[in-house]
Every structure is written in structure tokens, then in C-alpha cells.
């Protein structure tokens, strides 16, 4: 098992997550990517966690740090956080033992602790009451509720699935950028659950461009959907989308930048098996409900 962050000036919440993660009984290898910080991020980081292997891409990679990462890995899995989030002692052998026990599955993601509450994030219950069908009858059970997506602050993967994949995508950068590459590994004949086992603690860092992770957010919802979906489910996730995002200037630039991705959308569009898209619509009904964030990082 190995560790992979991202972290962007953040240099206190990573350096807080890294004495954690040194701390943990797994003793897992940890990759931090630095995606050009300019608060010293890197220089502390060598300094005082001399064995963690530091990652300076030299420009702000977003979710593309942990593909960075991944090229690095030599362990057969990969448990991501981010710089605000870190592992519970014990979570990550079970999440390898999950994973040496359950071929099919790809991905396991944890409960999520809010601190300095010690809460569960509300996200927690939609996971545990996944609407995701499951395998059919004769095929191996799962061990806990199937998603049709990931946190990638909370989960841990299988690292040849990952790269198979091609990890996350470079024109999503950051902000829901999971969906896309969940996706492809349920194309790809995997499994993504959810383990109440797990936990992950998550105190969240107040270094956040909110409105820039809300424009991103929308971007990359309607790309994934026209990358991804029949045109059907794809209209009407627009629509809805359309009807329920704010009326500022954020959305009307998230909305410009997905109309300049046309000509590219056209070029790589793979719509989704059946049995994935079975998937992705009982997923996209249980969101129109919901009242938690999308994202932690």
C-alpha cells in the first residue's frame, strides 16, 4: 500500500496529515505531489519528512498530481488523500484486505469523519444507502454497497486499474473529476463500493478558491456527460443542471468553458455500456435529492 496527496499551499494541513500518516501502524510508503506552492510547502516537506517521496511538477497539475504519483508506485494499491485528510490506523490493511479478497472490485471508498467534530459528512449516508445495483445473481457478492463514483480524498484503488484507466483525466483538471474515470473502470468490467470499515478524517482546510471549484464543477459535469452518457440522459442531465445551478457570472463562465470543449467532446465521446448507464442513472436519481457536497478536497 502507498499514499498519494496533492497539495497546493496548504503547507500546515499537509505537514498535519503527513505526522499522521507516519504515525499510521501500515507504515505505507507516501508520494506528495507539489503542485507549485509558493508557501514553502516543498522545502518543508523535505525537511521534516525526509521519507516521503516529494513530487515538483513546477506547475499546478490539479488532479493530474496523482496520476504523477502513480507512475512513481511500485505497491499494488494506492490510497489517495488530500492535504486536509488522512487515514485512520488499521483503515488501509482493511482496505487490502478487501481488496486481495474481492478480485472484481476497483475501488473502496471510506467513511468520512468530519473534524474537529468527529461527525460523519452528511455524503456518508448516501453511501451507505447507495442506489447502485448490484452484480447479478451467481456472480460474487461485494463487500459493502456499489457506487457509481468515488471520493478521491477517501478511497483507495487498485493500482494497475488506475493506470489501465488512465487515471484522471487532463482536461478536467480538478472538481469531480472522479466521474469520468469511474466510468471507464466500470466499462472496464470493475466494481466501485463503498466500506463502512474505512475511515478517513477530514478537517477542512479554509485555503479555498470555492467559486473556482464551483465553475470547474459544472464544466466537468457537463463534459463527463456528453464524453460519456446517450444523448437522452445526457439532455436531460443538462436541463437539470441548467434549472438548479445559480444564475451568477461562475456559472455563465463554467458554461462558456463547456461550450469551448465541443469540438474535442465530438472527437473522444464513448458512450457507456448499458450496465454501466443502469449504473450512472439510479446514481444521477439519488443526487437530485441530496443536500451534501459534492467534494471534499
Known amino acids: ?101 474481492h478480485p472484481t472490485v476497483a475501488a473502496v471508498t471510506a467513511r468520512i469523519v468530519v473534524e474537529p467534530a468527529g461527525t460523519e459528512d452528511p455524503i456518508v449516508a448516501e453511501l451507505r444507502d447507495s442506489p447502485v445495483p448490484g452484480p447479478p445473481p451467481g456472480e460474487p457478492a461485494l463487500p459493502g454497497p456499489p457506487l457509481g463514483s468515488f471520493l478521491a480524498a477517501a478511497t483507495v484503488l487498485r493500482t494497475d486499474a488506475f493506470r489501465a484507466a488512465g487515471g484522471f483525466s487532463p482536461r478536467l483538471w480538478l472538481g469531480g473529476e472522479e466521474e469520468l474515470l469511474a466510468a471507464d473502470l466500470m466499462t472496464r468490467g470493475w466494481w466501485l463500493v463503498f466500506c463502512p470499515e474505512l475511515t478517513i478524517h477530514h478537517a477542512a482546510s479554509p485555503a479555498r478558491d470555492a467559486t473556482r471549484r464551483r465553475t470547474d464543477g459544472i464544466r466537468n459535469t457537463l ?68 443536500t451534501a457536497r459534492r467534494y471534499i478536497g
Open 1 to 101: 500500500m502507498s499514499v498519494a496527496v496533492i497539495t497546493h499551499n496548504r503547507r500546515d494541513e499537509l505537514l498535519r496529515t503527513l505526522d499522521r500518516l507516519a504515525a499510521l501502524p501500515e507504515r505505507p510508503r507516501v508520494l506528495v505531489t507539489d503542485n507549485a506552492s509558493a508557501d514553502g510547502t516543498a522545502e518543508a516537506v523535505a525537511r521534516l519528512h525526509p521519507e516521503v517521496t516529494l513530487l515538483r511538477p513546477g506547475a499546478n497539475l490539479g488532479a493530474l498530481g496523482r496520476n504523477l504519483a502513480a507512475r512513481h508506485l511500485t505497491t499494488r494499491y494506492v490510497a489517495f488523500c488530500d492535504d486536509d485528510t488522512w487515514w485512520e490506523p488499521g483503515s488501509l490493511r482493511a482496505a487490502a484486505d478487501l481488496l486481495d479478497a
Open 223 to 290: 463534459w463527463f456527460t456528453w464524453l460519456r452518457r446517450p444523448a437522452g440522459p445526457a439532455l436531460r442531465r443538462t436541463l437539470h443542471l441548467l434549472r438548479t445551478v445559480p444564475r451568477d457570472r461562475a456559472t455563465a463562465r463554467a458554461l462558456g468553458a463547456a461550450l469551448a470543449g465541443l469540438p474535442w467532446l465530438v472527437r473522444e465521446r464513448r458512450v457507456v455500456p448499458p450496465e454501466v448507464e443502469r449504473r450512472l442513472r439510479a446514481l444521477e436519481h439519488a443526487q437530485r435529492h441530496s
